[in-house]
């Protein structure tokens, strides 16, 4: 008996948030079995993560509902800093031209996404969602694993993919160590939504007030949501931090129960952690069951998003055949060293936020008062997988507009669909024809000449991108990452060989 007839689903799937929904998604495009797990009886009904990025909206669009997350989401325009007074220390916009070809941040309500991202799922003929299903036990074989539900039944896959959480069981069950990078708080999260007719809210995006007395947060979370945050000091009892008295008094200042309806307030500890590694044999990590961050920069779940991405790209190649299963060692490879980027720049964040000490939450104030500069977008590469020293490689690749020969103007990955991507400015002679059509066969490549007859660019943000790096073509990976980038035709023969041999092509 084949194996494929062996199993229950291709991947087993533990976990149903937004990056179980979106692995879910991209694996069932594919045409993948995957049967996902969730131990809850039914959908997170309160809101959790409030922000993702441009990049994470080019994984929406990747799965065809980016029309349907920008009619719940809304751009963020700015990060403040502000004085305990509420005047503000230093403004970092969010309104630059971001590579992704998308606004550069957005703000959502979690259950609104999880409803967009669920009917992507169930959009897929391939994919089983099941509630109420919990995970007791993994047992591994030779090229599949065994999980044991609580209720005693069992399904077998060739890949399970633990998007648990943080308190993963199947991180648990693997026995994979957690890295502790050096931060710990508590802090009380409130979400609010105004009645009706209550009057506008003047605050600010996002703004983070630098009070040595009582750290906090307060910001937009998508057009009729807000969040408050408040660090817990010395003194300050958990249980009495959420009881709705003492909310509406730290509310008081914004907004009071006339006004506004509690939707959650709770306690969460914020952590900075990573897993050791992101695969265990047959199975694997994602999101916060790989990596746990502060939320400073707002990029747990997009970072999350970032492993499925990753992760559905290497498991289509293996699942279909086309490259070896050691193509997984990858993974970790490529994912952890960006994620530990992430959590660092979030940890140092949180530390200026987190300052209780008077004199020197003082001291930080007057610093951010005198810059002169901005820092620039936080973007960190990928880890691996890609070609070394090569420009661009491993960097997020731009998306331009194209103009096909029907004069319809569109965004590159529109035009070009998914998997990996070669796009250049001149026409390819027969030796870099001939290997474009190998890896067409082998993995689907697809190609593109800008500027060639048909395909005319909209601006010039992929010619200027090519230009400033001395390159006349791109090989751009299924997450968006660059793999290399070739000065001249022979070099995109080069290219394409060396994306083949990193692949284990089969």
């Given at each position: 008996?084949?194996?494929?007839?062996?199993?229950?689903a291709?991947?087993?799937i533990?976990g149903?948030?937004p990056?179980?929904q979106?692995?879910?998604?991209?694996?069932?495009?594919?045409?993948?079995?995957v049967?996902v797990?969730?131990?809850?009886?039914?959908?997170?009904?309160t809101?959790?993560?409030g922000?993702?990025?441009?990049?994470i909206?080019?994984?929406?669009q990747s799965?065809?509902?980016?029309d349907e997350?920008?009619?719940?989401?809304?751009?963020a325009?700015?990060?403040?800093?502000l004085?305990?007074?509420?005047?503000?220390?230093?403004?970092?916009?969010?309104?630059?031209a971001a590579p992704?070809?998308?606004?550069a941040?957005?703000?959502f309500?979690?259950?609104?996404l999880e409803?967009?991202?669920?009917?992507?799922?169930?959009?897929?003929s391939?994919?089983?969602?099941?509630?109420?299903?919990?995970?007791?036990?993994?047992?591994?074989?030779d090229?599949h694993?065994?999980?044991?539900?609580?209720?005693?039944g069992?399904?077998?896959?060739?890949?399970?993919?633990?998007?648990?959480g943080a308190?993963s069981?199947?991180?648990?069950l693997?026995?994979?160590?957690t890295e502790?990078?050096?931060f710990r708080?508590?802090?009380?999260?409130v979400?609010?939504?105004?009645?009706p007719?209550?009057?506008?809210?003047?605050?600010?995006d996002t703004?983070q007030?630098?009070?040595?007395?009582?750290?906090?947060?307060?910001?937009?979370?998508?057009?009729?949501?807000?969040?408050?945050e408040?660090?817990?000091?010395?003194?300050?009892?958990?249980a009495?931090?959420?009881?709705?008295?003492?909310?509406?008094?730290?509310l008081?200042?914004?907004?009071g129960?006339?006004?506004?309806?509690?939707?959650r307030?709770?306690?969460?500890?914020f952590?900075?952690l990573?897993?050791d590694?992101f695969?265990?044999?047959?199975?694997?990590?994602?999101?916060?069951?790989?990596?746990?961050m502060p939320?400073?920069?707002?990029?747990g779940?997009?970072?999350g998003i970032?492993?499925?991405?990753?992760l559905g790209?290497?498991l289509d190649?293996?699942l279909?055949?086309?490259?070896?299963?050691?193509l997984?060692?990858?993974?970790?490879?490529?994912r952890?060293?960006?994620?530990?980027d992430?959590?660092?720049?979030?940890?140092?964040?949180?530390?200026?936020?987190?300052?209780?000490?008077?004199?020197?939450?003082?001291?930080r104030?007057?610093?951010?008062?005198s810059?002169?500069e901005?820092p620039?977008?936080?973007?960190?590469?990928?880890?691996?997988?890609?070609?070394?020293?090569?420009?661009?490689?491993?960097?997020l690749?731009v998306q331009?507009?194209?103009?096909?020969?029907g004069g319809?103007?569109e965004?590159?990955d529109?035009?070009?669909?998914r998997?990996?991507?070669?796009s250049?400015?001149?026409?390819?002679?027969?030796?870099t024809?001939?290997?474009?059509?190998?890896?067409?066969?082998a993995?689907?490549?697809?190609?593109?000449?800008?500027?060639?007859?048909?395909?005319?660019?909209?601006?010039?943000?992929?010619?200027d991108w090519?230009?400033e790096?001395g390159?006349v073509?791109?090989?751009?990976?299924?997450?968006?990452?660059?793999y290399?980038?070739a000065?001249?035709?022979?070099e995109?023969v080069?290219?394409?060989?060396?994306?083949?041999a990193?692949?284990?092509?089969?």
């Amino acid at each position: 008996m084949k194996l494929a007839d062996a199993v229950d689903a291709d991947v087993l799937i533990v976990g149903y948030g937004p990056v179980g929904q979106t692995l879910a998604a991209l694996l069932g495009a594919s045409g993948h079995r995957v049967l996902v797990c969730e131990r809850r009886a039914g959908h997170y009904e309160t809101p959790r993560a409030g922000h993702f990025d441009h990049e994470i909206m080019r994984v929406f669009q990747s799965l065809g509902i980016a029309d349907e997350v920008r009619r719940i989401a809304e751009p963020a325009r700015a990060y403040e800093f502000l004085d305990p007074d509420g005047s503000v220390l230093s403004r970092l916009p969010r309104e630059w031209a971001a590579p992704s070809g998308w606004d550069a941040s957005y703000h959502f309500y979690q259950p609104e996404l999880e409803e967009v991202l669920d009917a992507a799922v169930r959009g897929a003929s391939t994919v089983d969602v099941r509630f109420g299903a919990e995970l007791a036990r993994l047992r591994q074989g030779d090229g599949h694993v065994v999980a044991t539900l609580a209720d005693g039944g069992e399904v077998t896959a060739r890949h399970v993919v633990g998007a648990d959480g943080a308190n993963s069981a199947v991180r648990t069950l693997c026995g994979i160590p957690t890295e502790d990078l050096g931060f710990r708080g508590d802090w009380l999260v409130v979400d609010v939504r105004p009645r009706p007719g209550a009057p506008a809210l003047d605050i600010p995006d996002t703004g983070q007030v630098l009070d040595p007395a009582r750290p906090n947060h307060m910001g937009r979370v998508a057009q009729r949501y807000f969040r408050w945050e408040f660090m817990l000091v010395d003194g300050d009892d958990p249980a009495e931090m959420v009881k709705p008295e003492r909310v509406w008094e730290l509310l008081g200042p914004w907004i009071g129960p006339r006004e506004g309806e509690l939707i959650r307030q709770t306690v969460y500890q914020f952590r900075a952690l990573v897993a050791d590694t992101f695969r265990h044999r047959s199975v694997l990590l994602a999101g916060d069951a790989a990596h746990v961050m502060p939320p400073f920069l707002g990029q747990g779940m997009s970072s999350g998003i970032r492993d499925a991405a990753t992760l559905g790209w290497m498991l289509d190649l293996v699942l279909t055949g086309a490259a070896d299963p050691k193509l997984l060692d990858l993974y970790t490879l490529s994912r952890r060293p960006q994620v530990i980027d992430y959590i660092e720049e979030s940890v140092r964040v949180g530390t200026v936020v987190c300052e209780t000490d008077p004199v020197r939450a003082a001291r930080r104030r007057d610093e951010m008062r005198s810059a002169t500069e901005l820092p620039p977008p936080f973007e960190p590469p990928v880890g691996a997988g890609f070609r070394d020293g090569q420009p661009l490689a491993g960097r997020l690749a731009v998306q331009p507009l194209l103009r096909t020969g029907g004069g319809k103007t569109e965004r590159s990955d529109d035009v070009l669909g998914r998997g990996f991507t070669l796009s250049s400015v001149v026409e390819p002679d027969a030796a870099t024809a001939a290997a474009i059509a190998d890896l067409e066969r082998a993995i689907g490549l697809r190609s593109v000449v800008v500027g060639a007859e048909g395909v005319q660019e909209e601006g010039g943000a992929l010619r200027d991108w090519l230009t400033e790096s001395g390159a006349v073509a791109v090989l751009v990976r299924p997450d968006f990452y660059v793999y290399g980038t070739a000065a001249g035709l022979p070099e995109v023969v080069d290219l394409l060989a060396s994306l083949r041999a990193s692949l284990s092509l089969r």
